[in-house]
């Protein structure tokens, strides 16, 4: 079964600081990856996504994530953590081209210290 | 452009009670889709609709149930409540189906069944 995992619960960074959040997933063909960030009481909002090509992908906020087929990865990045990035970031995958496909990682949630 | 609106934004209703949620997309947008988010299983699609019709539909009991009017707004209906359905209710919309086009969030109903 397609599953998407998140290793870190919880991560802690400094602001200023680079940020790497790890996604992991199972499926069989090139998935559709995305990810989102969830701010308090907010919805979520879509980041970045990979469907195919240049598998470094550059979204919104600074951030970028690289797919890397051979590890199943699909890991965001920041160079440099705003305090206003703290939220929580999910990593989802889609193994068809609907909606009901999309599997959602048990997301990371980011804590920025001033 | 105006967001995804959900009403209520807070609900607290008791066991065997049922309940609507109501959401209207951003203007244009044809899709509405339903996510329901808890600690335990995080998120998990619902169902989804296009055009009035049901298209989707998430691994979830015939409790859990939707319509979509000719506006594009939806509402979900949850009849009989169960603790176990306390959770962050999500509606996103989008242009047309597909992952192609991409989701946008409300903020949520926050429904407590106590």
């Known amino acids: 079964a397609q599953s998407v995992t998140q290793p870190d619960i919880h991560i802690t960074v400094s602001e200023g600081a680079s940020l790497e959040l790890r996604c992991n997933y199972s499926y069989g063909a090139t998935p559709y990856l995305f990810w989102y960030v969830q701010s308090p009481g907010q919805g979520l909002q879509l980041l970045l996504k990979y469907f195919s090509g240049d598998t470094l992908v550059q979204g919104i906020k600074g951030f970028e994530a690289e797919f890397k087929r051979s590890q199943s990865s699909f890991n965001l990045r920041k160079p440099s953590v705003h305090w206003s990035d703290a939220a929580e970031y999910f990593c989802?995958?889609?193994?068809?081209?609907?909606?009901?496909?999309?599997?959602f990682g048990p997301g990371t949630s980011l804590s920025v210290i001033p | 452009k105006a967001g995804v609106t959900q009403t209520p934004r807070y609900l607290i209703k008791t066991r065997g009670q049922q309940v609507t949620l109501s959401c209207s997309p951003i203007s244009g947008h044809r899709s509405v889709s339903w996510y329901q988010q808890t600690p335990g299983q995080g998120l998990q699609f619902l169902f989804e609709y296009f055009s009035e019709t049901q298209r989707n539909k998430g691994n979830f009991p015939g409790r859990f149930s939707g319509r979509q009017f000719s506006n594009s707004r939806s509402e979900m209906n949850v009849s009989t409540l169960e603790l176990g359905d306390s959770a962050l209710y999500l509606c996103a919309s989008s242009l047309n189906r597909g992952v192609y086009n991409e989701q946008f969030f409300g903020p949520g109903t926050r429904l407590t069944v106590l």
């Open positions: 989802a995958v889609g193994q068809g081209t609907s909606y009901d496909k999309v599997i």
